[in-house]
């Protein structure tokens, strides 16, 4: 499987209803960061209550 954003071998994939998607490391490190400073993520971890130290 290749990587959904370039040409790479695939290090990671992900499957929804039927569609999987492979994603390079790069790419999937990128799309981790996005998700760490997501307005939806921060939202997600007020619903859920989520008290994290570092």
């Known amino acids: 499987m290749r990587c959904h954003y370039c040409d790479r071998e695939a290090a990671y994939a992900a499957e929804k209803d039927g569609v999987k998607v492979g994603l390079c490391e790069e790419h999937f490190r990128e799309r981790l960061e996005t998700l ?16 994290r130290t570092e």
């Open 36 to 51: 760490a400073e997501s307005d939806e993520l921060s939202a997600l971890q007020e619903q859920l209550d989520i008290d």
